[in-house]
């Protein structure tokens, strides 16, 4: 699969924020984080919104210790990496240190949502070693709503 193909289409009922229609493009997608952090978070920090700007310094983080002020993104450290970034020598795994707290494009990875119409979504997949591994979580309407549908909420409305 070409991981920048459209995979689902949303419409959502403006008034409640809430999923009217999803029409998914692919029905056997399968997604597993890794914890490798390739794409996520060593290319450098997402874009803030105001939303997650506000969650963070509520976690206690100072906003001159992660914002990027000129160009409103998450600052990453000399070697590219997200400052919130973590190796964890014990599990051998990456963690983000705000993980429950991370930005709304955190969240999101490896899917990414363009909006298409004002109540209408097109859900694409970013490069990520976490698709279509073995034991992941099969990508349908019940992943979108328990997991991408509040950051997306943030995003765009």
Same mark, same amino acid.
């Given at each position: 699969m070409n991981?920048?193909?459209?995979?689902?289409?949303?419409?959502?009922?403006? $008034?409640?924020? !809430? /999923? $009217?229609?999803?029409?998914?493009?692919? !029905?056997?997608?399968?997604f597993q984080c890794k914890r490798c952090a390739t794409f996520c978070c060593k290319l450098g920090g997402p874009t803030? +919104?105001? $939303?997650?700007?506000?969650?963070?310094? =509520?976690? %206690?983080?100072?906003?001159?210790?992660?914002?990027?002020?000129n160009h409103g993104c998450l600052k990453n450290k000399a070697?590219?990496?997200?400052?919130?970034?973590r190796f964890d020598e014990e599990k051998h795994a990456y963690e983000c240190s705000v993980y429950n707290h991370r930005p709304a494009l955190c969240?999101?990875?490896?899917?990414?949502?363009?909006?298409?119409? +004002?109540?209408?979504?097109?859900?694409? /997949?970013?490069?990520?070693? %976490?698709?279509? =591994?073995?034991?992941?979580?099969?990508?349908?309407e019940k992943l979108i709503v328990a997991h991408l549908l509040d950051s997306l909420r943030d995003l765009y409305f």
């Open positions: 991981q920048t193909e459209n995979i689902a289409s949303v419409s959502l009922e403006l $008034k409640t924020m !809430r /999923i $009217k229609h999803v029409t998914l493009y692919q !029905r056997r997608l399968r803030l +919104s105001l $939303k997650d700007v506000e969650r963070l310094k =509520r976690a %206690g983080c100072c906003e001159s210790e992660f914002l990027d002020a070697s590219g990496e997200c400052v919130f970034l969240k999101l990875y490896p899917f990414h949502f363009e909006k298409t119409s +004002s109540n209408s979504l097109l859900l694409r /997949i970013m490069p990520c070693m %976490g698709i279509n =591994r073995r034991y992941g979580e099969l990508f349908d």
